[in-house]
């Protein structure tokens, strides 16, 4: 038995054909075949049984695919793990940040950080929704992240470093537009258009408006301010955003909304059970003792 066999037997069993296993794992159909049967031999049972042009796992092949999963799991995270070593190693810092921080934060504070410190690390950013942010750092993709609080990995570290306004927006000819502040209540009886619950920030600010009006319409989500904007000026509905940079390019009139300041809490995330390196380490401190002036910097980005 090798490792070859058991990425092939999770692969097929997966795919439950073998034609598609074999072009998944870049392998002729025979040589997939082949490699099977040596497994059935080897264990002395049969793994699979056909049913027409598909294959599914017998008994024996379901309690065997839950312990090569675990396996393979396991070791994948291992290869992860030394190849983020390897890449702290050599003076590399993965930053995975929702595309508001890659865009516009990020870069300030990683300028400032080389002109402070005699530490120069190479920054690599990865842009990213805030689970798929946290999945990298318990995969091992990412050093850390900039991102939402997310109840699914509770037990990483996080560190508030600023707060986003929330806001809503219409077009300029919106009977809204007469006004330069509001509260959920207020938007009961309109449309309004806001982020998917699919991502955290959809979550935090769904809860928010309905936690001071249970009745609002909310008839469309989508996962950014670009498309949201684009469909408040479209549609002549009302928009609830963050305040951020993509609104910049929309003639949009803002409205401030009375919701609770953290409804948009951003943070800095880490695993505190890695062993991170010396740059990484120094990074996170410069991170958490310049939080007045990260918020500074998103306060002062400029939008109509």
Not at 37 to 59: A, D, I, S
Not at 68 to 76: M, W
Not at 175 to 187: D, Q
């Amino acid at each position: 038995m090798n490792l070859n066999q058991l990425y092939y037997f999770r692969e097929l069993a997966d795919q439950k054909q073998y034609t598609k296993a074999a072009d998944s794992l870049f392998i002729s159909q025979p040589t997939l075949s082949v490699s099977i049967k040596q497994l059935e031999k080897e264990l002395h049972c049969k793994l699979f049984k056909h049913n027409g042009h598909y294959v599914q796992l017998t008994e024996y092949g379901r309690i065997f695919y839950d312990t090569v999963t675990k396996s393979l799991d396991s070791l994948d995270r291992g290869k992860k793990k030394i190849e983020q070593r390897i890449s702290q190693d050599e003076g590399n810092i993965h930053i995975a940040g929702i595309p508001t921080a890659i865009g516009t934060i990020l870069p300030n504070l990683t300028k400032e950080y080389q002109q402070e410190s005699n530490i120069s690390p190479h920054f690599i950013y990865h842009d990213n929704p805030s689970y798929q942010i946290c999945e990298g750092i318990k995969n091992g993709w990412y050093d850390i992240g900039i991102s939402s609080f997310v109840p699914e990995f509770s037990y990483f570290t996080y560190i508030p470093l600023y707060t986003e306004e929330i806001i809503a927006i219409v077009s300029k000819e919106n009977n809204l537009a007469k006004i330069n502040e509001i509260s959920p209540e207020e938007l009961q009886g309109e449309s309004i258009i806001t982020y998917s619950k699919k991502i955290q920030i959809g979550k935090d600010i769904t809860n928010a408006l309905l936690a001071n009006a249970s009745d609002l319409n909310i008839t469309n989500r989508l996962h950014d301010e670009l498309a949201i904007a684009g469909q408040v000026l479209t549609n002549d509905i009302v928009g609830v955003v963050a305040k951020t940079i993509y609104l910049s390019g929309f003639d949009i009139h803002i409205i401030k909304l009375d919701l609770p300041k953290n409804t948009r809490q951003v943070y800095l995330v880490y695993d505190s059970s890695q062993n991170f390196s010396p740059e990484i380490v120094d990074f996170i401190d410069f991170l958490k003792s310049h939080k007045p002036d990260i918020q500074k910097i998103v306060d002062s980005i400029p939008v109509k």
